[in-house]
């Protein structure tokens, strides 16, 4: 098992999820098996209970892990499927460590931060590296050198290079290199300090990757090697590209999986990269935009709706064309609500298609179900996600079936239409973490429905996160009012799709197709969209 530790200077933000991304996929395309672990240094022991606004989007994996985004990057570029235990946390570490103390696990010792807590990380990634069975494990260290809470995780990865050797335990550091707008120059004394804090804690970065907005000049990159330690041949340039999905490109031509196969003594082969070129450049190149609406409540942050976009991105480059995000902030009911819908209105006048994602709260919640009713009633291709699949059978219940008020239990327990309930399960949850309806779960699709058509399959695995369902005292209701639930869940109960069969594509569903969407397999549910909303447009212009 060979290690590569990633770690970011200067600030955060920098990238080091695409890097560490980046170089997981031409292992994997140099036929190596890959892996690769996120440590966030927060106390949470998950990502569950954070905003969106905190740390952007809770990944969501299928074995119904909450976690950092960055693993959502993993799966995409290396296709792979990780567990919970690919994303440490201190939280995490903490937890096991104490509850090991209460057990007398220790025999009585004085427990501490050196050795335990240290002991216990170095575990958690060498069990989780031999347990995938891979040839190589990256691990991302979230946070910046220099972060207190982040220590005990670099001495963790120092302490692993000492035991194994640096034929088997590499360091990559991320850094910025600002170029300063008086006079052009590339400036690396940000990168020198960086690594001299990193080199102050014993570790000696093997090579370093810089984030500049042009690629390094040969005498940043000369000057870099000089004052950091590392050969100039290990400086490699992350410039700003178009897509992020260039990126592995960017690094390969430079020479960077030659490199590390050298310093891990990995046999070489042929990095095949075909497939991924041809995917880049669908989407460098598209032969026309199309706008798509996402109507939510976390728009200030377009990190907390990632997975959406990656998946647009997906089915754009599928179908042939760029997806122009219109980010909508769902208009709040109050004061000027009725001239924010107004203003949403026109804005969603203009669009191809329209989707709205999960979320939780009652903020928003009345705009939503207004875009929801303007697609429907100017039939907009639609799809509506999770709590947007919720609301879109009120909207239904509403103004379809004259069902004034109808609402979910979740904003309104008094509401006279329950249409949409929390999970029997639910009730007896006291605590938040980590107890929704979580992870992979499978659902049975009805043939001739709209959902059996995308998927092309009577059965299908998707990811869940939610505690309230459609009511199932309302179903055979709403469906003779004309819409139809074709996805259901194995116990028959649950209602996992929905769809109107006379519109041109208007659909819901429970869970999150986004999570499982890929470069070259995109979620049916968006393809679908897309291509919808690419028919829709040639239509409207025609």
Avoid at 473 to 502: C, H, Q
Wanted: proline share 4%.
């Amino acid at each position: 098992m060979k290690y590569i530790f990633v770690s970011g200077g200067v600030l955060s933000g920098l990238g080091k999820g695409i890097a560490t991304s980046s170089l997981g996929l031409l292992l994997k395309r140099s036929g190596l098996k890959v892996t690769a672990i996120k440590v966030d240094p927060y106390l949470n022991c998950d990502a569950g209970t954070m905003n969106p606004y905190e740390h952007g989007e809770v990944f969501v994996l299928h074995d119904g892990g909450e976690v950092d985004l960055d693993l959502g990057n993993y799966e995409r570029f290396l296709d792979i499927t990780l567990s919970s235990e690919h994303n440490i946390t201190t939280g995490k570490i903490y937890r096991s460590v104490i509850e090991k103390e209460r057990r007398g696990d220790y025999l009585g010792k004085t427990v501490q931060i050196i050795p335990h807590i240290v002991q216990e990380i170095k575990n958690t990634i060498t069990n989780v590296g031999k347990g995938s069975g891979c040839d190589v494990c990256l691990i991302e260290l979230g946070g910046t050198v220099g972060d207190m809470e982040s220590m005990p995780f670099l001495e963790a990865a120092r302490q692993l290079h000492m035991e194994l050797g640096g034929g088997d335990v590499i360091f990559i550091h991320t850094t910025l290199i600002p170029i300063m707008g008086v006079v052009g120059e590339q400036k690396t004394k940000p990168t020198q300090h960086s690594v001299k804090e990193l080199r102050s804690i014993g570790i000696q970065p093997d090579i370093i990757i810089g984030r500049c907005s042009e690629p390094l000049a040969q005498t940043t990159k000369e000057k870099i090697s000089l004052f950091c330690n590392v050969p100039v041949k290990a400086v490699f340039t992350a410039h700003d590209v178009s897509t992020v999905y260039r990126v592995p490109i960017l690094l390969h031509e430079q020479g960077l999986t030659d490199y590390v196969r050298d310093r891990l003594e990995l046999k070489k082969n042929v990095t095949d990269l075909d497939a991924w070129r041809e995917f880049v450049e669908r989407i460098e190149r598209p032969k026309e935009t199309i706008k798509i609406a996402l109507v939510g409540k976390y728009t200030g942050l377009k990190d907390s709706y990632i997975s959406h976009y990656k998946a647009f991105e997906h089915s754009g480059a599928k179908a042939g064309v760029s997806i122009d995000v219109v980010w909508i902030d769902a208009p709040e009911r109050g004061v000027g609500f009725e001239e924010e819908l107004r203003g949403m209105r026109e804005q969603l006048s203009s669009v191809h298609g329209i989707l709205v994602p999960g979320g939780f709260g009652v903020r928003g919640t009345e705009g939503k179900i207004e875009a929801i009713r303007y697609a429907r009633e100017n039939n907009i291709p639609f799809l509506g996600i999770c709590l947007g699949f919720q609301l879109a059978v009120s909207e239904f219940a509403r103004n379809v079936m004259g069902l004034e008020g109808a609402n979910s239990t979740e904003f309104d327990e008094q509401t006279r239409y329950p249409v949409v309930d929390i999970l029997p399960e639910q009730l007896r949850v006291t605590q938040m973490g980590a107890t929704m309806r979580l992870g992979a779960q499978k659902c049975i699709i009805r043939k001739d429905t709209l959902a059996y058509g995308l998927y092309d399959a009577g059965e299908i695995y998707e990811r869940h996160r939610h505690r309230y369902e459609i009511n199932p005292d309302w179903i055979e209701r709403i469906e003779d009012a004309g819409m139809v639930f074709s996805g259901i869940s194995e116990d028959g109960i649950k209602m996992e799709i929905g769809e109107l069969p006379d519109a041109r594509y208007h659909i819901g569903c429970q869970f999150h197709p986004e999570f499982l969407s890929r470069p070259e397999k995109p979620a049916p549910l968006f393809l679908g969209l897309v291509k919808a909303a690419k028919n829709f447009k040639r239509k409207r212009e025609g």
